[in-house]
């Protein structure tokens, strides 16, 4: 949990920047396979993560509009890219403006729950993970380069000298 504003927007902007890892090693050409129908497509998945960075501040006043709102998946990645980058550092600039060290255990109201100021910049941050190891899982089965984000991937382990562990 959270406490201090700038341990948040230190851990949101590095949490972007593993995000956009991700997001740049989709191409076009594989962003809508569905490899079953239970299953979102990457960028399915990349358009949630990014409407969600509008959508939940929106639904608990850190911000008043959701500009992302009923807006269609952009017909390219690269759009999508752009507009979570642009939407994810609004969001942390809304947060240092707007809050204080003090709206971090202040109860705000949201999906008919009451959650502290941390809890919801928390569960910001954890939902963008839990959809990003998703795509990363999708990425895979369709033979695209997986990034590493909290360590070396697969393919990143020559570069210490070190065969990948299996």
Known sequence: MYLKIDDFVNEWNEETESTLKIFSNIPDSEKSVKENENIRSLERLAWHITQTVTEMPKSCSITEKD????????????????LYQEQ???????????????????????????????????????????HRAQMTILMRLLNLKVPGLYGPAKEEWSKYGMEAQE
């Open 88 to 130: 994810s550092k609004k969001l942390a600039k809304a947060i240092e403006k707007n809050w204080t060290d003090a709206d971090l255990i202040r109860k705000m109201k949201i999906y008919g729950q009451e959650w502290e100021g941390r809890k919801i910049l928390s569960i910001l941050v954890k939902h963008q993970i839990h």
């Open 67 to 82: 500009p992302l709102e009923n807006m269609d998946i952009p017909a390219s990645f690269s759009e999508i890219i752009d």
